[in-house]
């Protein structure tokens, strides 16, 4: 069953802002660290930023004071505000609750790793 759902991509001009959204269910968004990772063709999946359980966040080079990941518990949400868009952000953009993002901001966890479907963002004029 579909266990995360992404919304908020779509195409944007230069400078712009999207917000990204990633429903969880509540099991999942209780006990796992959260990520953005995005997906160019040809080029491997990047974290774009995490977020642990206690508000730790951590963010690509590239992305540093653009972006903001945070979560809303109330709403079992994960969110990325995308500010002053660039070109080169243009990818497919996936959420993360689990193992990934947990290894990549070194924060214990089990093998439990899930994805959601994946949305496109495109930057351009």
């Known amino acids: 069953q579909v266990q995360l759902v992404e919304s908020g991509g779509g195409l944007v001009q230069p400078g712009g802002s999207l917000r990204l959204s990633c429903l969880a269910s509540r099991s999942i968004f209780s006990n796992s660290p959260a990520g953005w990772y995005r997906q160019t063709p040809g080029k491997q999946r990047e974290l774009v930023a995490g977020?642990?359980?206690?508000?730790?966040?951590k963010y690509a080079d590239s992305v540093k004071g653009r972006f903001t990941i945070s979560g809303d518990s109330a709403k079992n949400t994960v969110y990325l505000q995308m500010n002053s868009l660039e070109p080169e952000d243009t990818a497919v953009y996936y959420c993360?609750?689990?193992?990934?993002?947990?290894?990549?901001?070194?924060?214990?966890?089990?093998?439990?790793?899930?994805w959601g479907q994946g949305t496109q963002v495109t930057v351009s004029s």
């Open positions: 977020i642990s359980r206690g508000g730790r966040t």
């Open positions: 993360n609750f689990g193992f990934t993002t947990a290894r990549l901001m070194v924060i214990g966890h089990d093998l439990s790793d899930y």
